[in-house]
């Protein structure tokens, strides 16, 4: 082999090495985050803003809309990396159940209110605690509104109902979909009916109508209106296994401000990546928090790939 052969070699042999370094600073099995979404406006908020900057820096996203129990049983067999949901305490049981199966990253969201709410004429009329509504069964048809099924929140509802606090024994969970839900409150109110809900925020339900929470339900859903913390979490070893996706959900905190703001630009057609993209250029300042220490897939500073990316 001639001396300028030899160089050839050895150079195609640092180079190939070079993009094999490149493309090794990410395991193969990390390139694609794979995350669940219950179908709720506040976790598409999140989950947008979460895959825009994953995205940026190199990953492929997949978003499987799961239901709550399905969900938490697709992070157990592996087939979920994230779940940016956990609503605490509402769903400790799941956090219970698959205690073995999963890791807890961070609490992501504070402030969050989660309890029964009705229009603001019905609580005028006297509806302002748990205990007000068997006295106005008739206006609500012994209904309560309640998410999707085999949600944590309807079930706490129907040990309500089963127990027959607060004189509610007779009473049923309308067990819907979110949207469906709301649409069952956009009908009522547009006609001035009673109807009783669940309600949280953040959600644009608390801008569109004027609704208000009642107290007294501190044992079904916690005090302060059924205020909870919402965490992060992935399944078992994610984060030694995958440790830069990790160090990003780290980092990773949201505000009410913010995610009702992207939810509302979605409620007005934008999709949830284009809203957190709109959102992020508008407030970039957030990016030198949740960037710190991460790197693009191929081991560049993620900060520099992500302001790229936004045209910052």
């Known amino acids: 082999m001639t001396q300028i052969t030899l160089r050839k070699t050895l150079l195609a042999a640092l180079v190939s090495a070079t993009a094999s370094g490149a493309f090794a600073a990410v395991p193969e099995q990390c390139q694609t985050v794979t995350m669940t979404d219950p179908g709720w406006t506040d976790i598409g908020a999140t989950n947008g ?50 205690a073995d199966d999963l890791d807890v990253i961070r609490t992501n969201l504070t402030g969050v209110k989660f309890t029964l709410a009705v229009p603001a004429y019905m609580y005028d009329k006297g509806v302002q605690d748990f205990k007000d509504l068997h006295k106005y069964a008739r206006d609500f048809g012994e209904r309560i509104y309640g998410i999707g099924a085999g949600s944590p929140a309807n079930q706490n509802l129907m040990n309500m109902i089963d127990k027959n606090d607060f004189n509610l024994g007779d009473w049923r969970v309308v067990e819907s979909g979110e949207q469906a839900m709301l649409a069952q409150v956009s009908r009522a109110v547009k006609r001035e009916k009673g109807i009783v809900f669940l309600a949280w925020e953040p959600h644009p339900m608390n801008v569109n109508f004027d609704l208000k929470y009642l107290s007294g339900g501190d044992d079904y859903f916690g005090p302060n209106y059924g205020g909870a913390t919402i965490h992060t979490v992935t399944r ?63 081991g560049q500073p993620g900060i520099n790939a992500v302001k790229s990316a936004l045209d910052l």
């Open 49 to 98: 803003l979460a895959t825009t900057v994953l995205e940026a820096l190199g990953y492929q996203t997949d978003i499987k809309l799961l239901a709550v129990p399905i969900g938490y049983e697709s992070i157990k067999n592996n087939q979920i990396d994230v779940f940016l949901g956990n609503w605490m305490p509402a769903q400790s049981t799941f956090i219970e159940k698959y």
């Open 236 to 298: 078992k070893g994610y984060a030694s296994e995958c440790g830069n996706v990790a160090k990003l959900l780290q980092n990773m905190e949201f505000t009410l401000d913010m995610e009702n703001t992207v939810i509302a630009m979605t409620s007005d057609g934008m999709s949830a990546n284009e809203a957190a993209s709109t959102w992020l250029k508008s407030n970039p300042a957030v990016l030198d928090t949740w960037l710190d220490g991460v790197t693009t897939t191929s």
